[in-house]
């Protein structure tokens, strides 16, 4: 009866349009690549009044958050629209005699986006001269200029091709030759290079990315700046990119978590390579038989060996290795990797590669570290 009752409450049209468009409006809010895709974003969608991002891009910005800020809190009305065909017994259409409830979403639907539009006007007025980045910028004016200059440099900068961008939309960095930028969905930090100091202060590691399905590293750089009045900000990029953003960087990044960053693939598929292979099968080292120093970079003792253990001794590509222990996790894991076919790092993984020393075929199942 309940598995029943639970059915037929899921067909309801309220509760099937309430999660369609919940899930409606978290994509909308935070952008994923298929809503990007198909143009169902604010900036898409109000291209024409917004104008180009590279000619302008402080003006650009003031427009994007102003139109974002308005356009979100549309959002509840649009709900509850949609809610009066979606559920006509409610009488949605006639607030006066809809349920309590019902009259507070209501009002609170109405005035959220009067009030935004109440917002929006007064940082229009002089010129935009209110508006939350105009004040960041008023914040590096010097004494005798204002907000419009700093803002005139700064899209003099943007229109370089010099300039290093990433990130998604929501969360984007930018840094020219003066500034560093991180663009977000409601406003934007800004901070002058002279005046700052970069410290890595997180690195958080995920074995496959969605975009490309291979090993990736971001890390967290907060950005200070010694002017009282510039609020400190965090910047979050991919590690293969660490070394172009610190070329143009005036200032050193300082690594005071002292967190290992792989700037590679190569790099950053070893430690997906190392986590894999010590879920392994162990390997037990015969009794009397000693340890010698890798052969591959004679720093470290051997400290695996390949055990066909993939599937059972006649089957598959693999073969049994009968060699004795003579390389490190490192370098067998170096030695994977460059084996593979660098355009298509998602297939490392399950890829199969000779032994650097007889030649035997095998695969990450089959390598072994020795307890």
């Known amino acids: 009866m309940l598995c029943v009752r639970g059915t037929a409450n899921m067909e309801r049209p309220e509760v099937t349009f309430t999660l369609a468009y919940v899930v409606f409006v978290v994509c909308f809010v935070f952008t994923p690549n298929e809503f990007r895709s198909a143009g169902v974003t604010v900036q898409n969608l109000l291209s024409g009044w917004l104008g180009s991002e590279d000619l302008s891009f402080i003006h650009y910005q003031i427009k994007r958050t102003s139109a974002t800020a308005l356009v979100h809190s549309i959002l509840p009305l649009g709900y509850y629209i949609g809610m009066c065909f979606a559920a006509p017994d409610k009488n949605l259409y006639f607030v006066h005699i809809a349920s309590e409830g019902w009259k507070l979403f209501f009002a609170a639907a109405v005035a959220l986006p009067v009030l935004s539009s109440i917002l ?48 998604p939309p929501g969360a984007r960095v930018v840094v020219t030759d003066t500034w560093v930028i991180k663009v977000l969905t409601y406003r934007v930090h800004v901070a002058q290079q002279q005046d700052i100091h970069l410290t890595v202060t997180a690195s958080k590691q995920h074995e496959l990315s969605p975009d490309s399905n291979t090993p990736v590293q971001f890390l967290t750089i907060s950005v200070a700046s010694v002017n009282p ?143």
């Not at 006007?121 to 700093?150: E, M």
């Not at 003099?156 to 010099?162: G, L, M, S």
């Not at 143009?248 to 894999?276: C, G, M, W, Y």
């Open 120 to 167: 929006v006007f007064y940082w229009s007025c002089n010129k935009w001269g209110n508006h939350p980045i105009a004040r960041t910028l008023a914040d590096h004016a010097l004494p005798q200029s204002g907000w419009r200059a700093v803002a005139s440099s700064i899209n003099t900068e943007f229109r370089r091709i010099d300039k290093f961008a990433t990130g």
């Open 229 to 371: 009045r510039v609020q400190p900000f965090d910047i979050r990029l991919n590690s293969t990119e660490y070394g172009e953003l610190r070329e143009k960087l005036h200032a050193p990044i300082r690594n005071a978590a002292n967190v290992v960053i792989h700037q590679s693939l190569s790099d950053l598929f070893l430690e997906t390579f190392k986590s894999h292979v010590e879920m392994n099968t162990r390997y037990s080292l015969p009794r009397g038989q000693e340890l010698e120093t890798c052969i591959g970079c004679m720093q470290v003792m051997a400290n695996m060996k390949l055990v066909k253990v993939c599937q059972d001794a006649s089957e598959g590509e693999c073969q049994q290795c009968y060699c004795r222990p003579m390389w490190c996790l490192t370098c067998m894991g170096k030695w994977f990797a460059s084996r593979q076919d660098q355009q298509h790092p998602e297939t490392w993984l399950s890829s199969r590669v000779p032994c650097p020393t007889c030649r035997a075929k095998f695969c990450i199942l089959d390598i072994c570290v020795i307890h």
